[in-house]
C-alpha cells in the first residue's frame, strides 16, 4: 500500500506562483510514476504533469513553460508560475503502483484576477 499526502496548495492572485508537494510512505519501492492532476469545479479530473522513475517528465499543453514536476525519492513536487485563473482546481497527487493508481486527497489551488 501507499499513502500520498499533499501540501501547499492555498491563493494566490494571478502571475504568482506556488509550490505543491506530496509525500508517499509505505511500499514506496514499488512505485513507478508519480504526477499530479486537478479537477476544476464542474469538470473531470485531468493529467497536469507526470515525472517517471527515470526523471522523464511530460506536461499538459495548458501547464508547459509554467509549471515544472521534480521528484525526490519518495517526495514529489510541482512548481507553479506565472498562475491563471483557469489553474483553480484541486491538485491531485498520483503514484503508479504495479500498474494501478493510488491517490491523494487533493489540495485546493485557488487563482484570484
Known amino acids: 500500500q501507499v499513502q500520498l499526502v499533499e501540501s501547499g496548495g492555498g491563493l494566490v492572485q494571478a502571475g504568482g506562483s506556488l509550490r505543491l508537494s506530496c509525500a508517499a510512505t509505505?511500499?514506496?519501492?514499488?512505485?513507478?510514476?508519480m504526477g499530479w492532476y486537478r479537477q476544476a469545479p464542474e469538470k473531470q479530473r485531468e493529467l497536469v504533469a507526470t515525472?517517471?522513475?527515470?526523471?522523464s517528465t511530460y506536461y499538459a499543453d495548458s501547464v508547459k513553460g509554467r509549471f515544472t514536476i521534480a521528484r525526490d525519492n519518495a517526495m514529489v513536487y510541482l512548481q507553479m508560475n506565472s498562475l491563471k485563473p483557469e489553474d483553480t482546481a484541486v491538485y491531485y497527487c498520483?503514484?503508479?503502483?504495479?500498474?494501478?493508481?493510488?491517490w491523494g486527497k487533493g489540495t485546493l489551488v485557488t487563482v484570484s484576477s
Open positions: 515525472i517517471t522513475k527515470g526523471g
Open positions: 498520483e503514484a503508479v503502483r504495479y500498474g494501478t493508481n493510488c
Open positions: 509505505g511500499s514506496i519501492f514499488s512505485i513507478t510514476t
